[in-house]
């Protein structure tokens, strides 16, 4: 609250008390009419009024010091990094304790990462706090019809009406809401929009929450857990999986100066393909490889093949280690089998974009194969590149991404990514083509020339059909032009202007610390921030990065 607003408060907690004290006396002395003789059979003598009353003033006295003190918001003390940096910021502002609830849970998983947090109330954040953060996350709710938490009022009136500049900032956003209201996450976005406009990066794209909807909550769970340096943080509601089954696996950039990247097709181990639209996100239940199952199986002496009861009946024991966040030796050894199986927790879900449509015939994904510093495969992409045999079943669920939802077939259409960002990419060009929507342009940026031209047969098709426009592409190992695809973005800029006049929209998907950013300061340059801003507004500016 803004201190001439919490000075009122403090004098109208006193006038409150002293008006208390002057309706006792008032009784005190109405009611002394009523006694006809001494009211007290030994009544005080004269000095010891005098020293009641001075005892009463003294009183009174106290109370007017301490209620006129205004009360500074608790902060604790946090130390800063190892390098000097401060720690990270974790602001909430809740109306009911949801917001604050997500918000200690996240400053939980960022302090098992190692990484020193502060967690404070978003009235308690004021400049000075917020110019000395390098990364901060904030979890907002949105009340009534899109107003901000009744204690947030402070921050939006005092913080937010002074012209900061943020721009050493890098922040976090999840808005929480309820599409049954009108303005949906109204605060979320005006938070949102005001540290871009201070000049704050945004680490990743804000996560907006329908009425508590999990998909959601474990997609922010899943980017935090990579600002933490996470590899397996537990879900807080792992997914509901279901069975498909690999039905192919293609590698698809043999000699790349990259990683390998695979093309994957996946189809229901039972029933028809269900429906999704493109953006949206396979969510995919991992396994550890067989031989990390078989060397704590090893170590405990404990038969691979042996029944267990689990929530979802008998299985051998080895599957469920397979799926699990295997323990440490010492910790599970002398537990009797069920014990140990009790104890287990289940391993988090890895998200990938769908790269194709349902009237394909199958959900199809592009995986890079990551690296630990060890040079063992990460735990998604090694189980789906390398763990995996075509016919095997695999978890996935899929999740609805509406923020990265096809814009109306009769809008152009630029779409712009990176590396293995084009499967999302190319999930939207499968759609437009669905619906007859022409006036497509592809700008696409990976290594080699000769190496990581993924989807190129595509591409070529589209081209040669005419559902593509434009395709501009971009290779940081090319000998004779190197280039990014920001690049190639802005020295089309005289184009870029000419499309959005039309009433383009623009879909970036692909890495959020390099690609993203950089295209995001091309779009501000070519068309100025306010045009720029305004699209992010009026839903023609998406991004779905990583």
Known sequence: MPKAAEGHGSHRALAGHLALVALLVLAACLLLPLHGDAWWPATPRPLRWWLAGGTLAAWLGLCAVFLR?????????????????????????????????????????????????????????????????????????TTGEGDP???ALAFLRRTMAQPLSLAGLEYALLALGDREYQDFCAFGRQLDGWLGARGARALFDRVEVDNA???????????????????????????????????????????????????????????????????????????????RVQALLDALQLPGDAQ?????????????????????????????????????????????????????????????????????????????????????????????????????????????????????????????????ARGNWLLFGERSPEHDRFYADDIRQWQSQGWLDRVDLAFSRAPDQACYVQHRLEAAAGLLCDWVERGASILVCGNATGMAPAVDAVLARVLGEEQRDALRTEGRYRRDVY
């Open 308 to 436: 267990v009861e689990t929530a979802g009946g008998r299985e051998p024991l080895a599957a469920l280690l397979a799926r699990s966040q295997l323990p440490s030796v010492e910790s599970v050894r002398g537990l009797a089998l069920q014990q140990l199986v009790e104890g287990l927790q289940p391993l988090p879900h890895r998200e990938y974009s769908i790269a194709s449509v349902p009237g394909e015939g199958g959900l199809r994904l592009l995986v890079r194969r990551m690296a630990r510093p060890d040079g063992s495969a990460g735990l998604g992409s090694g189980w789906l590149c390398d763990t995996a045999a075509p016919g095997q079943a695999i978890d996935l669920r899929l999740r609805r991404n509406t923020g990265f939802h096809p814009p109306p077939p009769e809008r152009p259409l630029i779409l712009v990514g990176n590396g293995t960002g084009i499967a999302g990419l190319r999930a939207h060009l499968q759609a437009r083509i669905a619906a007859g």
């Open 69 to 141: 003190r205004p009360a500074a918001p608790a902060q604790a003390t946090v130390p800063a990094t190892a390098d000097g940096e401060p720690p990270l910021l974790v602001a909430w502002a809740s109306q009911t304790g949801f917001a604050q609830v997500l918000a200690e849970r996240s400053a939980a998983m960022l302090r098992e990462g190692g990484v020193p947090v502060r967690v404070l109330p978003l009235e308690a954040v004021d400049a000075v706090l917020l110019g000395e953060t390098r990364r901060a996350l904030f979890v907002a709710s």
């Open 213 to 291: 909807d999990q998909a959601s909550l474990r997609h922010w769970q899943y980017e935090v857990g990579r600002i933490g340096g996470l590899d397996g943080p537990p879900d807080w509601t792992p997914p509901a999986y279901e069975p498909w089954r690999l039905q192919a696996r293609v590698p698809v950039n043999t000699g790349s100066p990259g990683a390998p990247v695979f093309d994957l097709c996946l189809v229901p181990a039972d029933g028809p393909l269900p429906e999704w639209t493109a953006g949206d996100i396979a969510e995919i239940g991992p396994h550890h490889p067989p031989g």
């Open 149 to 151: 938490p009744d204690h």
